[in-house]
C-alpha cells in the first residue's frame, strides 16, 4: 500500500523564462521538473562526477585549468568539481533562476553549499546556447549538461548547441587543446561525427552503468591545438 511518503510532494513551482519549473521531494530525493518533462534527481550522480572527470582526464598537465559548466541541476557536477584542488577557476552558466536560488537558499544547498562559498566558483545567470555565442571567455574544458542528451533536448532551442554552429562556438570558447565533455542518457553516433566534423579530436563516448536502466555516457573531443 501506498503512504504518503512515497508521494512526490512539491517544495517550489515557478514560471521561468522558459516555462515551469519544479523541485519536488520524493523520499529522500530531490528532483528538478521542467515542463513536465523529469530532469534529474539526487539519487545517483555518478554520470555527473564522471562528466567532470573525464574532461580533466583528457586534459593535458596544464596548471589551474579553468572548467564552465553548462547546467547547475543538483549540483553534482559543481560540488565535485571544487573537491578537486586541481581545477582553478570553476564558472557555471544556468538560466534559470529558480535552480539558483534553491541551491542558494533551498534545499539543494546541502549538496553545494560548501561548493558556492569556494572562492573558485562563479555562478552565471544565463542561457548557454547564446553565452557560448557571445562569451569573449575563454575555457580550457566545458562540461555540458543541460538536456538529457544531443538528440533529446529540453527546449527546442537547445539544439543549436549540438549543430555546427553551436559546436564551432565551443570550440571558440575552448582553449587550444581544450576539452569538451557532453553529458547524455544515450549514446548518439551523429553527434560523435558532428564533433568531429567541426574537427574535434580523440572524440569518444564513454558509458557510465547507472544504478537501474541503460547506461549514461559522456562524449568527449579535444579541440585541436
Known sequence: MSTSYDIPVVLDR??????????????????????????????????????????????????????????LGVGFSLAHAAANSRWGRITVVEREPAVIDWHHTGPLSELTGEALTDPRTEILEADLVEYVHETSDTYDALCLDIDNGPDWTVTEDNGGLYDLRGLASCARVLTPGGVLAVWSAQPSLEFEQTLR???????????IPVARGVPDVVHIGVRAG
Open 14 to 71: 515557478r514560471e521561468g523564462p522558459w516555462g515551469e519549473v519544479v523541485l519536488r521531494r520524493h523520499g529522500t530525493l530531490l528532483q528538478i521538473i521542467a515542463n513536465g518533462c523529469f530532469l534529474m534527481d539526487t539519487s545517483d550522480g555518478r554520470s555527473e562526477r564522471r562528466l567532470v572527470d573525464a574532461a580533466l582526464e583528457a586534459l593535458d598537465d596544464r596548471p589551474a585549468p579553468r572548467v564552465l559548466i553548462g547546467g
Open 197 to 207: 566534423n567541426v574537427g574535434f579530436r580523440q572524440v569518444r563516448t564513454e558509458e
